[in-house]
C-alpha cells in the first residue's frame, strides 16, 4: 500500500464522550488520537504510552489496549495492528462508547502531564528537502554555487545526534564552539553569536527493514508511524567554520527539540497533497518514483513559528508569530522518497528512528523557516511588536512551533507545539 | 587524571594459570583482559560480558564479578571502580590464584563462542585524524584545496549510523545507489564499483556526560572505556556525488564493522606516547591542550590490513598483507581531544557511544588505510601474491584488520581482528 484510506476513524461527524475534544480549533480531536509518552507531573513513575485526546491523555495500559510501556514496540507494530488499534481507539473515545466508564479512569489532564521524547530514538537522520531552504541559506555559504548539482536527483541527508533530543519545554545553554570571521588569520573560541532555529518535521519510523533489505518506495509508507514538530537548533557560526568537508557536527548537536505528540500516517490521510515537480525539473530515478507518491506523496500541513523574549515574558505578552507557511510548498522530497533513498544501499531503519525533513521554508521571504533566512543572513534584523530587534537569537528566547491541518469536509487536526529555550 | 599509571595488572612477569595466555605472540595475556559479549555459538541464550584470556573467554557473571549482563552499565563505572574490577579480575586469572577452581568452570573456549557488537552503540561518531589520508584522498575530491583550512584547528567530525554496525565475520551485500561520473549529464544508479575499507581504531565511551556540562581535556580520559578495531566501509562513487554540502551518508551507513573486544584504557597503560605537533602547525586551542595530552595523549598500536579474495580461499591461500603502520604517525589528534572537543559545546555522550578515529594512514604509500590512497584513486591497481589485481573490493573478498602494542619492557598485547566480507 501506499497512503492509508479514509475510513470510519476520519468521519467529520464522529464526536467524543471526552468534551474538550469536540471543541472548535481543539488540536486533538477524535479524528487525530497522537501518541506520546507521559506521567504524572512530579512523579518519578515509569512513563507509559498515551493518545492525546482534547485536553486529556488516555492511558493506553490503563485501558487495556497495549500491555507494555513500550513505544518502540507499539511502533514495531504491521498496519493492520497499527489500524486495528486505531480503529479501538476512537470507537471507545466515541460518544456512546460502552467504555465511557471504564476508560473515563485512565485519562489523566494534560496540564497534569510530564511528557517526554515519544520514543527512544536509535538514530537521527536529517534530510535537506527544503529547496527554498537549501537555495536561500547555500546562496550565503556558497555565493557562486547556491544550490548543489546532485540537489535535484538525490534527497540530500546526513545522520544527526540521538543523545541530545530532547522534547518540547527543553532549555539548553547556548553552545560554544570555535567560530572564525572571514578576514581572521586564526579561528576564536566562544558561545556561539549566530543561534539559530530551524522549523522542522520529524518523520519516525515504524516496522524497520533488515540489513541489505532495502524498502521499495511503493512500501515505504508502511513503515512510517507518524509526525512530530522538530526545531534543529544551529549555531550558523559554528556551522560555517566547521562544515567541510565532513558536514554540520558541533552546530547541531548541543540539542534538538521535538513535541510531545506523534500524529500518526493514519491520522494525516485527509491531508495528504499531489507531489509534483517543478517543470523543466528532473524526475525522480526510478527507485524514488511511484504512482501513490506522485498522487498523494506530499503532506498539506501548515507550519507557524512564534518567538517569546524573556521581556515579553517579564511584560506578559504572548509570542509573536514570525513566519506561518505550508509544507506543500517547501519540500522538494516526500517521506516516502526519504525512506526510500535511506534504505537503497542496505541501511537497516529501526522502529522510533527520526527522520528530520530539513527546513521548511516556503517560496516568499516571510515563510521562512530559520532566522538566517529571515534576516538576510544577519544583516536586516527582525521587529518584534515590542520594539525588540533580532538577528539570532538572544539568552532567554523561546521559540514555539505549531502546526496543523486545515481542509474543507475534515476536521482540523494539530500537532500541538515545540518550545525551546535557550539560557547564558 | 589524564592517563591510566602503570600498576601490579601489567607487570611483564604476570602469568596466568590458562595456559594459552602465556604463549609468545598472544593478543590476550593477562596484561590485556579485553572485554566483549559472548554466547555459546548455536545457542540462543543472551549475550553476556565476557573477558578474552588466551583461547578462552571468562563469564564475569559466572566467575561472580558482575551480577547483570548489560555492558553498557559496566561502561558506565568510575574511574576507581573500573580499575578495581580489571585488578580482581587479574588477580582470580594469575597463576596461583585460590579462583582457578571456581573460574575454571566460568571459562569457555572462544572456537566455541558467537561474539557480538560489544555495547549498545547509541550514537557513532566518525572523526578524520588521519592527516594523511585526509590530504592524499582531499587530493582526489578537491584538487585545488587537499586539506581545509579549518583541518589543523578542528578535530572534524560528523555523524555515523549506529544501526548497521556489526561485529566481525559482518558478511554485507554490495550497497547500490546513485553515481555520476564527472563527464556524465544525469546520475546513474547501480551496484557501487568503487567499494572500499577504512582503516579505523573506534574508542568507546565509558561513563558519560549531562546534557550542557562539557568534558575537559584533562577529564577527558575518565570517560573513555577503550579501544575496538574498526573497518569503516566506505563507496567512494557514491561518495563523491553525495557529499556534498551536508557530508557522507549512503555511501557509510549500508555497514561498518568492529572488532569484538574493547581492549581497555587501562590496558592501554604502557603503550602511551607523547603526542606532539609537527612544527610550524598551529598550537591546539586552550580547550584542546592539556599537559597530559602533550605527555602521552598518543597510542602506540601498529595496525595491519589484509586482503582475501574468494580466489584465494578457494586456493587455501591466507589474507594477504596489504599495509601495516602505527597510529603515532596517522592521528593529528589525540582520543582525549575528540572526547573534549564532542562536547564542548554542550552535546552529552553516553556509555557505549563510539568515536572512530577516522581513516590512520601513515605518511609512506604503503602505510595508506584504504584503497582509494594504495591505488591513487583507483589509476594504479595492486598484485596480490596469487597474481589477482585490484582496484576497490571485488564480491567475495574479505578485509581483514589486525592490531597490537609492542614495546621493550612491556607484554605484547592484541586488538584481536576484524573481518569483513562483501558478496554480490
Chains 1, 2 share one sequence.
Request: proline share 7%.
Amino acid at each position: 500500500m501506499s497512503t492509508t484510506a479514509l475510513n470510519a476513524t476520519h468521519d467529520p461527524k464522529l464526536r467524543s464522550w471526552v468534551a474538550s475534544a469536540n471543541q472548535a480549533g481543539c488540536d486533538f480531536p477524535i479524528q487525530n488520537l497522537p501518541f506520546g509518552r507521559f506521567r504524572t507531573a512530579g512523579s518519578s513513575e515509569a512513563f507509559r504510552i498515551g493518545v492525546a485526546i482534547g485536553d486529556q491523555v488516555l492511558d493506553l495500559k490503563a485501558a487495556g489496549l497495549v500491555d507494555s510501556d513500550d513505544m518502540n514496540a507499539l511502533m514495531n507494530a504491521g498496519v493492520k495492528e497499527r489500524q486495528a488499534l486505531r480503529a479501538a481507539i476512537s470507537a471507545g473515545l466515541a460518544e456512546g462508547s460502552s467504555q465511557q466508564a471504564a476508560w473515563a479512569k485512565a485519562l489523566l489532564p494534560q496540564a497534569k502531564a510530564e511528557m517526554t521524547v515519544p520514543c527512544r530514538i536509535g538514530d537521527y537522520t536529517d534530510f535537506y528537502t527544503g529547496i527554498h531552504h537549501a537555495t536561500t541559506i547555500g546562496k550565503l555559504f556558497r555565493p557562486d554555487q547556491p544550490l548543489m548539482p546532485n540537489y535535484k536527483w538525490v534527497p540530500i541527508g546526513y545522520h544527526g545526534r540521538a543523545s541530545s533530543i530532547g522534547v518540547s519545554g527543553q532549555v539548553f545553554k547556548r553552545p560554544q564552539g570555535q567560530t572564525k570571521a572571514p578576514d581572521a588569520a586564526e579561528p576564536g573560541f566562544g558561545p556561539s553569536k549566530r543561534l539559530d532555529y530551524e522549523l522542522e518535521l520529524g518523520f519516525f519510523v515504524g516496522r524497520g527493514n533488515a540489513l541489505g533489505e532495502p524498502i521499495a518506495i511503493a512500501e515505504a509508507e508502511d513503515h512510517l508511524f507518524g509526525v512530530a514538530l522538530l526545531n534543529d537548533w544551529s549555531a550558523r557560526d559554528i556551522q560555517a567554520w566547521e562544515y567541510q568537508p565532513l558536514g554540520p557536527f558541533l552546530s547541531k548537536n548541543f540539542a534538538s527539540t521535538l513535541s510531545p505528540w506523534i500524529v500518526t500516517m493514519e491520522a494525516l490521510a485527509p491531508f495528504r497533497a499531489r507531489f509534483e515537480r517543478p517543470a523543466g525539473d528532473p524526475q525522480p530515478l526510478a527507485y524514488l518514483d511511484a504512482p501513490s507518491n506522485r498522487e498523494s506523496g506530499a503532506l498539506d500541513i501548515t507550519l507557524e513559528v512564534l518567538l517569546q523574549t524573556a521581556k515579553m515574558r517579564a511584560e506578559g505578552l504572548a509570542p509573536a508569530r514570525l513566519t506561518r507557511g505550508n509544507t506543500t510548498e517547501a519540500a522538494y522530497w516526500t517521506a516516502a522518497q526519504l525512506v526510500a533513498h535511506h534504505t537503497v544501499n542496505g541501511c537497516n531503519l529501526q522502529p522510533g528512528d527520526l527522520l528530520g525533513s530539513g527546513t521548511l521554508s516556503g517560496p516568499q521571504p516571510d515563510e521562512a523557516g530559520s532566522l538566517i533566512e529571515l534576516t538576510q543572513g544577519g544583516k536586516q534584523p527582525i521587529t518584534l511588536p515590542n520594539g525588540e530587534k533580532r538577528t539570532f537569537l538572544e539568552d532567554g528566547d523561546t521559540l514555539v512551533i505549531r502546526g496543523y491541518c486545515e481542509r474543507a469536509g475534515a476536521v482540523r487536526i494539530g500537532l500541538g507545539e515545540v518550545s525551546g529555550t535557550v539560557v547564558a
